[in-house]
């Protein structure tokens, strides 16, 4: 498997597509009597610990992948299976916290010009901290998915094994 990394303009285009999404809701629900705006408390709380799960998965993961084999023998061995799921996780929470910010951000946007009314300030304060949550989801979600790529190598094309070839007047 060749897994890469998330490229900048897909987090863009998840914060985008969020927003557009935040804004639509909120211009229904502004509409109908029944209200899809706001967060409940609990979800940012559930989405930062689910960040902590995520990261301490990855820097397992980090810290097999660059410990030497000779240094492992202490250490709980883990699979290959479980590597590939924690960099999915990790990939998943960093979208997924980019697809929120931008939702979240949609309906901050769209209650802001009736923050003197009590419901929509309430929604306005619900949603600024589930979208902290869901920037706090996307940050730690892309640092798991750089703690889970693995150490290049030392193969051929490699700068140390090239640095080598010069040294000794092969190149």
Request: charged residues 15%.
């Amino acid at each position: 498997m060749n897994a890469q990394r998330t490229r900048w303009w897909e987090y863009a285009l998840a914060i985008i597509l969020g927003l557009l999404a935040g804004i639509g809701i909120a211009v229904i629900e502004s509409h109908m009597t029944v209200s899809l705006t706001g967060a409940p408390w609990p979800v940012p709380v559930i989405m930062v610990i689910i960040a902590f799960i995520v990261l301490y998965c990855a820097w397992q993961v980090h810290r097999y992948a660059t410990t030497e084999p000779r240094k492992r023998v202490g250490m709980k061995r883990i699979d290959s299976q479980r590597a590939v799921y924690t960099l999915v996780f990790a990939k998943t929470l960093a979208i997924a916290g980019a697809l929120l910010l931008g939702w979240y951000g949609g309906e901050i946007i769209m209650t802001l010009g009736h923050l003197d009314a009590t419901y929509y300030r309430s929604i306005a304060i619900q949603c600024a901290f589930a979208a902290a949550a869901s920037l706090f989801d996307m940050i730690i979600g892309i640092v798991s998915e750089g703690l889970c790529q693995l150490p290049p190598t030392e193969g051929p094309e490699h700068p140390k094994m090239k640095e080598r070839r010069q040294q000794q007047g092969i190149a």
